[in-house]
DNA sequence: TAGGATTTGTGCGTATGTATT
DNA sequence: TAATACATACGCACAAATCCT
């Protein structure tokens, strides 16, 4: 079985959680993430703790600074439009390096995706559509099985994560979320035809697309 | 001024000595990395050595099991051609994605790269090729300013230096250095040029050939 | 400028897990 | 199976760095 330490287990749980709330900013850039109270909230001593921040540390979401603390890191919008860029192709990678065969499990969940995407137009909730957005992410990711394109992607995933909720809020969150939706209905399209190919570069596309969002908002 | 505390200078220096020894084989795989005696060489305790650890454990170089010991990590041939067909990518991307202007100081630096690569076609020596082609990979990824594409080419080099070293000796020492040494010249040529593209380009279709030719000592 | 409060970094003793006898 | 040896994981006390008064 794929048992795992007590230890690993809670590192993992641990990371996620931290991840999770830095990605959805309610950890939002600059705050300080006390290991002490953190400690406190999760029942541990500090040294757990220091292992999962000094991950957090590596990849790039808080800078940890002797006598000062561990501080989620700012957003430079110039390094995301860059990090964007190299999502945009390695979206597009996933559809041509080691792609896995398109099984009818697979179609049942992006079907099951396009479902919850439909029912969050009709209560649109922008913490939900990002959270279905992190999901989505990762099951196409899935898509392939070059692990380091797998790691890659979703490690510059949780980087970028945060910009598009800073952003969407200048933006229609009801336009945003049919944005999505349009493109869980494409990408279930291109599954159901077989071709993993063509889900790829939908995603590929769209993430031009939500660049090319985000710079009019900018601008 | 770029001061480090001395605290993330220490971490560096540890990190960038283990990770080399990983590399160049010093530590083979499966080798187990004891934190006290590593402690006792570096004069420091146990604690910032873990820290160490814990970091080339996300990077996948070991992996660490309670009650077990830090073990170097296995080479995977299969993973290890996936993750070749990534970098081949990422070279290629090095080029079209914020491309940096190609000086004098870069085409100085290219040039002084194929002077040590003839040099070394003079007095063959695989622990010194494997070091410049370190070096040298480290001066292509400077080509971009995309950072996160810098950092993810670098990961995914240190990730696969490994299984070039151990296929080198089935090789011929020589003809590989004849090989980098080509490689140089046609990437300074390239930049003499004052084409990024085509120096990314070459360093792309090296890393095709180099996938081709550990591919026919496996079968 | 100096000092105290607060934070992360370090060292070490102990708990816990694993392998071997 | 139990006991022993030895490894990493953890918790805590203290050192070092920073900030604010």
Redesign the pocket.
């Known amino acids: 079985m794929s048992e795992q ?4 287990t ?2 993992l749980r641990l990371h996620d959680m931290l991840r999770m709330r830095i990605c959805l900013l309610d950890y939002p850039p600059g705050t ?5 109270a953190l ?1 406190t909230e999760f029942g ?5 703790l ?2 999962v ?1 000094a991950r957090l540390e590596d990849e790039g979401l808080v800078v ?7 501080i989620v890191t700012d957003i430079d919008p110039g390094e995301m439009a860059r990090t964007y860029d190299l999502r945009r192709e390695l979206a597009g990678l996933v559809g041509r390096l080691s792609p896995v065969p398109i099984t009818d499990e697979i179609i049942a969940k992006a079907s099951g995706f396009l479902d919850q995407g439909l029912a969050l137009l009709e209560q649109p909730d922008i913490r939900a559509l990002a959270h279905l957005n992190m999901v989505y992410f990762h099951f196409g990711t899935s898509l392939t099985l070059n692990e380091a394109l797998r790691e890659m992607s979703e490690r510059l995933y949780y980087r970028t994560a945060r910009i598009w909720l800073t952003v969407t809020p200048h933006l229609n969150l009801v336009d945003e979320t049919a944005i999505f939706v349009s493109e869980l209905r494409d990408s279930l399209s291109a599954l159901q035809a077989r071709d993993g190919q063509a889900a790829a570069d939908i995603r590929r596309a769209h993430i031009s697309l939500c660049i090319a969002r985000m710079n009019a908002v900018k601008g």
């Open positions: 330490s007590d230890a690993r809670r590192f300080r993430l006390s290991e002490e400690a541990t001593s500090r040294t757990p220091r292992r921040l940890s600074q002797h006598g000062v603390g561990n």
